[in-house]
């Protein structure tokens, strides 16, 4: 499957301070998707996207579904030591038998 | 949420055997499992798609000999890794997901396993 163009590749922020991320894909997906992995864990799902032009939020955690459907940001506010961990944004077409595209991950190291 | 949970977690095993892995959805029926792997520092890809009942559908370059999935209930999907190498250690992931249920727009993550071939 098609693999989305994530970035930052990591970062590197102290904590309180604001953190986005962001994906982008050639093409359309029905369903953007943002999943937070700890490691040597399954990902967690954060937020689920399921409209073009949505914004969603989720605590400190913000995302939206682009206007073109074909990207996503996701914005993490006040960011704390916990937040550390591997960040991926996910596409999913509905005609595609729902199975999910991953972008190549955001890592984000959190200094207290 | 719904849990899905795997097992084992983690699985050393010698080359040449072959290694069975279980996905289970533990409150809810999966009418489809995912497999995808995840070598280290990069994303997961998917493996294989299966319905309940049904031959699994394998993503392009995964060898469906070698990655044997059996999908024989709503609540438990097998990989079984045969004639395992070391190029075949990697984290395997499940996930489910209910199209007829409550869940049916969620997919569902198993907590992985990590499987190492000496």
């Known amino acids: 499957g098609q693999q989305l163009n994530q970035s930052p590749q990591s970062m590197f922020i102290q904590e309180g301070e604001d953190v986005s991320m962001n994906c982008t894909s050639s093409s359309i997906f029905n369903t953007w998707l943002w999943y937070k992995q700890d490691p040597g864990e399954g990902p967690v799902l954060l937020i689920a996207?399921?409209?073009?032009?949505e914004l969603t939020s989720n605590g400190r955690l913000t995302a939206q579904f682009g206007i073109t459907r074909k990207d996503s940001f996701l914005n993490i506010s006040a960011s704390i030591p916990s937040d550390v961990g591997i960040y991926f944004c996910a596409g999913q077409r509905d005609d595609s038998g729902y199975a999910l595209n991953f972008g190549k991950g955001t890592s984000l190291l959190v200094t207290p | 949420g719904a849990v899905v949970s795997q097992h084992p977690s983690r699985v050393i095993c010698k080359s040449g055997t072959s290694v069975k892995i279980e996905c289970r959805s533990l409150d809810f029926q999966a009418t489809t499992m995912f497999w995808y792997r995840q070598f280290p520092k990069q994303s997961l890809m998917l493996m294989a798609t299966?319905?309940?009942?049904?031959?699994?559908?394998?993503e392009q370059g995964v060898e469906k000999d070698k990655f044997l999935i059996n999908h024989a209930s709503l609540t438990l999907s097998t990989l079984t890794v045969t004639s395992a190498h070391p190029e075949d250690s990697s984290f395997y992931i499940c996930?489910?997901?209910?199209?007829?249920?409550?869940?049916?727009?969620?997919?569902?993550f198993g907590p992985g396993t990590r499987l190492t071939v000496l």
């Open positions: 299966s319905n309940e009942g049904s031959k699994a559908t394998y």
């Open positions: 996930s489910a997901r209910d199209l007829r249920g409550a869940y049916y727009n969620e997919q569902f």
């Open positions: 996207l399921y409209k073009a032009g």
